[in-house]
């Protein structure tokens, strides 16, 4: 069975930095195309940043030069660095896993940037 499960979520003020990381169990990571969503109260889902299997990144305009996708293959994890945070990624964070056999979430971590 595929668990995906996503960390690092919290409190920080607003400039603060703060790491996501996602894990999983029964897939190998590194084979995966991999995305943080993240969805607001109020607001849809959407697309933080992707890596790919070639791993290459990519971001929405609003995080660009903020935020760092990367993958640890020893580890089976992706993690997302996100520095310089405002209140406007205040969010529940998703990690997604996609490859030939499925699409996997995880459960979801609460980032909240507030004074």
């Known amino acids: 069975q595929v668990q995906v499960v996503e960390s690092g979520g919290g409190l920080v003020q607003p400039g603060g930095s703060m790491r996501l990381t996602c894990e999983a169990a029964g897939i190998t990571l590194s084979e995966c195309h991999m995305g943080w969503y993240r969805k607001a109260p109020g607001k849809y889902r959407e697309l933080v940043s992707v890596?790919?299997?070639?791993?290459?990144?990519s971001y929405r305009d609003s995080v660009k030069g903020r935020f760092t996708i990367s993958r640890d293959n020893a580890k089976n994890t992706v993690t997302l660095q996100m520095d310089r945070l405002r209140p406007e990624d205040t969010a529940v964070y998703y990690c997604?896993?996609?490859?030939?056999?499925?699409?996997?979430w995880g459960q979801g971590t609460q980032v909240t940037v507030s004074s």
């Open positions: 997604n896993a996609k490859n030939n056999d499925g699409d996997y």
């Open positions: 890596i790919t299997v070639g791993n290459n990144p």
